[in-house]
């Protein structure tokens, strides 16, 4: 049994648009009518589609809109299928399994905010963006990508808030300058980030040098980080409370592999540590953490662990499954 089940309901796509170069926006409907459930700024739906693959995507319209959810879908070569599928396949009218939202990038109320976007990591910024105009609190948000072309939602953005919005294109030769933008940020100012990894990596650096404290940047990644050799190079004991087993996972094998193969339900989905569906509360041992959603504050925490990436750091770790 997971103990955190996430709702799941069915989704009609009502529309489907081009944004920019290789970038779709779908927009979803309930699939019964009616009104589809709340979410927060910075949260992701897992979209299950026809073809049988999973992928999260991070709504980008307005929560306050209980009628339809916007997520937008980078068309990635090389990927899982998934965005494949939705460019050339999936059509109005088509209906889709969602389930969620769920958010592990959650806008917390500041004075001030900075807003850093790579590519397609403006879409869970959107949200948060609109909340902080509507607030009327101070915010800028650099905004980098190849091309304007390749930006979605770019025009809108510097249409509306020109004031606010710096654009920052590869293409132009133009740089986004993260030392010197953080050596700026106004005292108090909550910082979110969201793009390719070696923006956030440069981020995270970044933030470490000007001795920022914790939880003032808060990140979203979209791929795995990279994580190292695991603490424990040999097999280990699950020990699952709710179900009375004692697992064995050995060191090629996630303690989600292992504890499906016991027969016990667990929620899933990227299964690479970046979605937060597995999470899994610990009751006692040490997790040595590899996911890329849970803050180094929360993974310090050791209360809850990605059972698809992250592993034991001691001999036996007791889960709440
Ligand atoms: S399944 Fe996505 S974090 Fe584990």
Redesign the pocket.
């Known amino acids: 049994m997971n103990v955190h089940p996430l709702p799941s309901v069915d989704v009609i796509v009502t529309d489907r648009q081009s944004v920019a170069d290789d970038i779709l926006l779908l927009t979803l409907a309930a699939a019964g009518g009616g009104d589809l459930p709340e979410w927060s700024p910075g949260a992701h739906l897992d979209l299950m589609l026809p073809n049988g693959v999973e992928r999260?995507y991070s709504l980008c319209s307005d929560p306050a809109d209980r009628g339809s959810w916007q997520v937008a879908v980078l068309r990635e070569s090389g990927g899982r299928g998934g965005s494949e599928f939705v460019h050339a396949t999936l059509a109005i009218g088509e209906t889709l399994r969602a389930r969620g939202p769920l958010n592990h990038f959650a806008f917390e109320a500041a004075s001030s905010y900075v807003f850093v976007a790579g590519g397609i990591g403006i879409t869970p910024l959107l949200p948060m963006i609109r909340e902080a105009a509507r607030a009327g609190a101070p915010w800028t948000l650099a905004y980098a990508g190849r091309s304007e072309g390749s930006m979605a939602f770019v025009k809108e953005l510097v249409g509306e808030h020109a004031e606010h919005v710096s654009v920052y294109t590869s293409e132009a030769g133009e740089r986004l300058a993260l030392d010197d933008l953080f050596a700026a940020a106004p005292a108090g100012a909550q910082v979110y980030c969201c793009g390719p990894a070696r923006l956030l990596d440069a981020a995270t650096a970044r933030s470490t040098e000007l001795g920022w404290p914790a939880g003032r940047l808060r990140l979203e990644r979209f791929e795995a980080k990279s994580t190292g050799a695991p603490v424990l190079s040999d097999a280990f004991e699950v020990e699952l409370e709710y179900s009375g087993l004692t697992l064995t996972v050995p060191p090629e094998r996630s303690i989600?592999d292992v504890v499906e193969e016991a027969g016990v339900l667990v929620?899933?989905?990227?299964?690479?540590?970046?979605?937060?569906?597995?999470?899994t509360p610990v009751v006692s041992g040490e997790v040595d953490h590899r996911?890329?959603?849970l803050t180094p504050e929360e993974q310090a925490d050791n209360e809850v662990m990605?059972?698809?990436?992250s592993r034991a750091a001691s001999a036996k770790l007791v889960l709440e499954l």
């Open positions: 999260q989600l929620l899933s989905s990227c299964r690479e540590g970046t979605c937060g569906t597995c999470e996911d890329s959603v990605m059972i698809c990436v």
